[in-house]
């Protein structure tokens, strides 16, 4: 089932939990997925709040993939685990939400790095990998992470860090940010009725421990979607999110993404910001990447406009 930006979860929403009920296995591909990609359809159309939706019916497997390498992995694990022979009977009642953006960009091969820890099909289908190293020689070290349509800003932030401010900035990819909550409230859960047990660490701690610096999470969907691994940061690590928080706009995706504050000046602008609190560079460094960027730091808040 493909259905056209919100008017999936919000719209047939008591459909799907239906299905999950009734104990449907299969595919629902949200199109035109995110908040900013599909132009000049304003507040009825543009999807910030699916993956928000889709993380409170639990027969959901919700991701939100970047690159095409990604899809095929995820879609060949939903086969798999719904229809192939090694899934316990218990395990294949399920439901596979992906997102599909209505964007054109060239589709990188998959990566080829010694630094780039473990496969990335795998990685994809667990939700989070490092996709991209920090570039070496740099003064200050930071984590951006990105989920579908939103790596294209992270990519140029990343390179504006290191190239103006002196900042190597590894890039994560995160597709399933539900899939990383849920492992991780299995562990928490498990060690809580196992106290004599060897403790053990939920997947995305493990993962953000192997990163690097304080971490900057954007998404094309609401803030809510990267806040659901909060709770599992690594201890001490300042985790910022920016997200599409509020109705849509009728506009280009260039200022859609700048009114929402999740383009590539505001990354760099927040990667700062987390670096100045931890102390590592001044303010006068991230009121530069603000001018430099052209924001405006009096504009309304986009949530309450």
């Known amino acids: 089932y493909t259905f056209y930006s919100m008017f999936g979860f919000q719209r047939v929403g008591d459909l799907i939990w239906q299905a999950a009920d009734a104990r449907v296995r299969g595919f629902l591909m949200g199109a035109t997925a995110g908040r900013t990609t599909l132009l000049g359809e304003g507040l009825q159309h543009q999807d910030g709040h699916s993956l928000v939706l ?66 990335f099909e795998r990685g994809a289908v667990r939700g989070l990998y490092r996709w991209r190293p920090a570039p070496q020689g740099k003064t200050h070290s930071a984590t951006i992470v990105f989920s579908g349509i939103s790596h294209q800003a992270a990519t140029i932030a990343a390179n504006e860090l290191a190239d103006h401010y002196d900042v190597g900035a590894e890039l994560w990819s995160a597709t399933s940010y539900k899939r990383l909550r849920e492992q991780a409230l299995e562990v928490e859960r498990s060690n809580r009725l196992h106290p004599s047990t060897p403790q053990e660490e939920p997947l995305v701690t493990q993962l953000l421990n192997d990163s690097l610096g304080p971490i900057t999470a954007v998404s094309d969907f609401m803030r809510a979607v990267p806040e659901q691994i909060l709770p599992f940061v690594p201890e001490g690590r300042r985790f910022s999110v920016l997200g599409t928080d509020g109705m849509g706009r009728s506009d280009t995706r260039e200022a859609l993404r700048r009114y929402f504050e999740v383009d590539a000046g505001h990354i760099v602008v927040s990667t700062l910001s987390a670096l100045l609190n931890d102390r590592k560079v001044s303010a006068d460094v991230v009121e530069d990447a603000i001018r430099r960027y052209d924001i405006n730091s009096d504009a309304p808040n986009p949530y309450v406009v």
């Open 54 to 119: 889709a993380s409170t019916v639990p027969a959901v497997q919700a991701y939100d993939p970047a690159f095409a390498f990604e899809l095929g992995a995820i879609v060949k694990d939903g086969i798999n685990r719904m229809y192939g022979p090694d899934t316990p009977e218990t395990e294949r009642d399920v439901i596979y939400y992906i997102t599909l953006y209505n964007e054109n960009y060239p589709m990188p091969a998959l990566p080829d790095h010694p630094e780039t820890s473990g496969d």
